[in-house]
């Protein structure tokens, strides 16, 4: 301990070799035959301000940088455990931001870094469900779904689709707003992008049982509202 300067660190590192892989470093919590094993915990200590906790491979002068791996163990007979990713709570300021980035790249013609996000699948019963939205508050936040700009050629596409079906219907797709207590309801707006050439078309094509365009009743006349194609 030190009072006056910074406390001593503790390095870990595994030996080097100039013929093959580099020794590996492991941590590992101790077994159990009748109950849980141990616990596993890496953190910062609790101060006035918090250091950082950093995880990642080191850099490639020939070949591919290795992979980071975040992962709970299989299960034989109950649930298997799950990944959180959280950020703290805070008393005074602004919640701390959570980001997601692939590699960029800087080779010719070659792609950036793709971003998965999926369920876990199922033998007999249904996948996991994805859930991507802002939480309950006084005021929410928004959802944006957008590509990036395109500085030379075109910009990516947006796909919401549903998955194909051997031996059922497939499912729908909804665009809803939300129900307002006191107030108008939100809008839904399906507009094409403005240019300075031709503009781009907007289709809506149904299937055997055809295209229905109606409005509903308001909650207070009773009356529903226009449809206006043109």
């Known amino acids: 301990d030190s009072s006056v300067d910074v406390g001593g660190g ?23 035959i009748s109950d849980v094993t141990g616990t596993v915990s890496i953190r910062s200590a609790d101060g006035l301000s918090t250091g950082s906790i950093e995880m990642y491979t080191g850099s490639s002068t020939d070949g591919a940088t290795g992979h980071v791996l975040l992962a709970t163990g299989d299960s034989s007979t109950e649930q298997s455990g799950s990944v959180s990713l959280l950020v703290g709570v ?12 692939s590699g960029n790249t800087a080779a010719d013609s070659a792609i950036g870094g793709g971003v998965q996000i999926e369920s876990g699948a199922s033998l007999f019963g249904y996948s996991g469900d994805v859930s991507l ?6 005021s929410t936040g928004t959802v944006a779904v957008s590509t990036g700009s395109a500085l030379y050629t075109q910009s990516g596409n947006i796909a919401i689709a549903t998955g194909q079906a051997n031996a059922g219907s497939t499912g729908q797709i909804s665009i809803a707003t939300g129900f307002s207590q006191s107030h108008a309801s939100g809008s839904l707006v399906l507009q094409v992008g ?24 308001s909650g207070s006349s009773l009356a529903s509202g226009d449809v206006t194609i043109g």
């Open 90 to 101: 805070s008393a005074s300021g602004d919640g701390g931001f959570m980001k997601l980035t």
């Open 133 to 138: 939205r802002s939480a309950d508050s006084g």
């Open 194 to 217: 403005a240019t300075q050439s031709d503009s781009g078309g907007a289709y809506v094509q149904g299937g055997t049982y055809g295209v229905h365009l109606s409005t509903v009743e």
């Open 10 to 32: 503790l390095y870990f590192e595994s030996g080097s070799s100039a013929a093959t892989e580099g020794g590996s470093i492991e941590f590992k919590s101790g077994s159990s």
